[in-house]
């Protein structure tokens, strides 16, 4: 999977919220500033060639919609940060958000117990 840049992933963000929607759904779905229709356009077209969106034709309109679904996406971008900073350890990520953020060992177990309650439902 390739990663996104930071425009790429805002309009993924949009469509993954819309789930199916044209050029101009997506151009009103940002916020302001809003880019040119064309920008969007040609985003939307990379996106496209990257493989993470596909179209259905309506005469000369397209609307789009996802092939990689957002928690793929995300799963493979945490993945990228935490080897990429964090030596691939999710103790490291942990410990730094706990530094960062000033996060108790209360919060921190409390964190844990949900994502361990969360996989259990999967």
């Known amino acids: 999977m390739k990663e996104l840049t930071r ?16 050029v101009k759904e997506v151009l009103e779905a940002l916020p302001e500033p809003k880019p040119a229709y064309n920008t969007v356009s040609t985003i939307v077209r990379i996106l496209e060639e990257k493989g993470f969106v596909t179209h259905e034709s309506f005469g000369k309109s397209h609307r789009y919609f996802a092939l990689i679904d ?9 993945g990228k940060l935490l080897k990429g900073y964090f030596g691939g350890k999710v103790e490291n990520l942990l410990s730094y958000f706990a530094g960062e953020k000033d996060l108790t060992l209360d919060q921190l177990q409390e964190i844990i117990n949900q994502a361990k309650e969360n996989n259990q439902n999967q």
């Open 7 to 22: 425009a790429e992933e805002q309009i993924m963000q949009v469509i993954w919220d819309l789930k199916k929607c044209f």
């Open 70 to 78: 957002k928690p793929t996406y995300r799963k493979f971008a945490t």
